[in-house]
């Protein structure tokens, strides 16, 4: 066991039972043209998260990590997207529409890929899923749990929207979360603080607030063993 330093306290963990998962760093949440573009946004904040995520996945796989990627989109049918969320709101192109770098958040498309600085590794898993949360409608449990994860380093975006919900789905799985401030963003800076806020409030209701730094402090300089 180890402690990294976190609010609302240090935290003990298991680094042979954590797994860092990265959550929808993709070029339609990140890049002109995409879906987070089209919904009135600047998506130029989420790219401060994008330096820290990359230091912390570097040293993930240098620690022999277990490291997970998700990617929010759905099927080119469009039988998974709920007419709710199709039909939500007033962007300016909607899900499954033409865009610059394909139909908006269709798997397969350029823009649902991941971003080439955070691109998975042979070996890293990709969870696509169809919601906010990474595990609805994933086999995002059952991975971990044959790893025997019992611990989640958690970067990605939004803070707010899939980070908070992933974290909050993952605690009621009995995980324990920790989420690397630094290597999160939003759209909405002040949505970025209350995610956080709301996380560790409580006695860490939901989880640990900390970052990239006091990660890296802790990770180990050889590779540990993770078996399934």
């Known amino acids: 066991m180890v402690i990294i330093k976190a609010e609302p306290e240090p935290l003990p963990i298991d680094l042979a039972r954590t797994a860092l998962i990265i959550i929808d760093m993709q070029r339609d949440f990140l890049e002109p043209g995409g879906f987070g573009e089209t919904l009135g946004n600047d998506v130029s904040l989420l790219a401060r998260a994008v330096g820290p995520c990359r230091k912390v996945l570097d040293a993930a796989r240098a620690a022999g990590m277990l ?128 995610g956080l806020a709301m996380i560790k409030a409580q006695g860490a209701i939901f989880g640990w607030v900390s970052s990239a730094q006091h990660l890296l402090e802790i990770l180990p300089a050889q590779k540990m063993v993770l078996t399934a």
């Open 67 to 194: 490291i997970i990627h998700t990617r929010e989109g759905h099927r080119p049918d469009l039988t998974d997207a709920p007419i709710a969320k199709v039909e939500r709101g007033k962007p300016s192109m909607r899900i499954g529409a033409p865009g610059p770098m394909g139909r908006i958040l269709i798997r397969g498309e350029a823009g649902h890929d991941i971003i080439p600085e955070l691109y998975p590794v042979h070996g890293e898993p990709v969870i696509d899923k169809p919601g906010k949360g990474a595990f609805y409608a994933t086999d995002l449990d059952a991975l971990l749990r044959n790893f025997g994860i019992q611990y989640l380093l958690v970067c990605g975006v939004t803070t707010e929207v899939c980070v908070n919900t992933s974290v909050r789905e993952a605690n009621d799985r009995g995980y324990r979360c920790v989420v690397l401030a630094d290597c999160c963003a939003s759209y909405f800076p002040e949505f970025h603080e209350m």
